[in-house]
């Protein structure tokens, strides 16, 4: 059983996007031990601090450096990507040659209230996971969600058979992709 380190991309208590990622976490039992990796207590990143890193940054590091792979659970703020994440991806891929994302595997998916679902933020978060953070990011199913008052519970029940079944090939999906990475980053290690 596998690592999945879930960031949550919002720290309202009431954030639609952590009860998404409560969910994925429950479909996921069984195929992997989830855990919520918290980003609130993360100074603003300030290159100043590298050398003597907080301790909130420290443990963060290490939260991530302990998984085998991330899921990335984010809304959409202005389009774009929710600066508290964007600074955790920052503290997390500093100093210079010692990023904790280097490697991992990852995915992503996203709730909003509207009909996209978090998609621009989403693709904006790919460009940087994929792209520069060199994640081994899972393409497809994508999952922009559309967030319904009652659509999950808060400790992660679906509501929806429908939904239940997409989130679950997610899932399912996501597992294997980790399952086959982690196994080829095994052999060249």
Do not use: C
Not at 34 to 62: C, H, M
Not at 69 to 83: D, I
Not at 84 to 108: E, F, M, T
Not at 162 to 179: P, Y
């Amino acid at each position: 059983m596998f690592k999945v380190a879930i960031v949550v991309g919002s720290i309202r208590k009431e954030s639609m996007n952590l009860k998404l990622g409560k969910a994925l976490a429950k479909l996921g039992q069984g195929n992997f031990q989830a855990s919520f990796v918290g980003i609130a207590d993360l100074p603003l990143f300030n290159q100043d601090l590298e050398g003597s890193a907080p301790a909130a940054v420290t443990k963060f590091k290490s939260e991530i450096e302990a998984a085998d792979a991330v899921l990335f659970v984010t809304p959409e703020y202005n389009r774009s990507v929710p600066g508290v994440l964007k600074n955790a991806i920052d503290w997390g891929s500093r100093p210079y040659g010692k990023s904790s994302w280097d490697g991992k595997v990852a995915a992503i998916a996203g709730a909003s209230p509207g009909a996209v679902g978090a998609a621009v933020s989403q693709n904006h978060l790919r460009s940087i996971v994929g792209g520069f953070l060199n994640m081994k990011l899972l393409g497809q199913p994508e999952v922009y969600f559309q967030f319904k008052e009652g659509a999950i519970a808060d400790d992660g029940t679906i509501a929806d058979d429908n939904t239940r079944k997409f989130l679950q090939g997610f899932v399912d999906r996501f597992t294997a992709w980790t399952e086959t990475h982690t196994a080829q980053n095994a052999k060249a290690a």
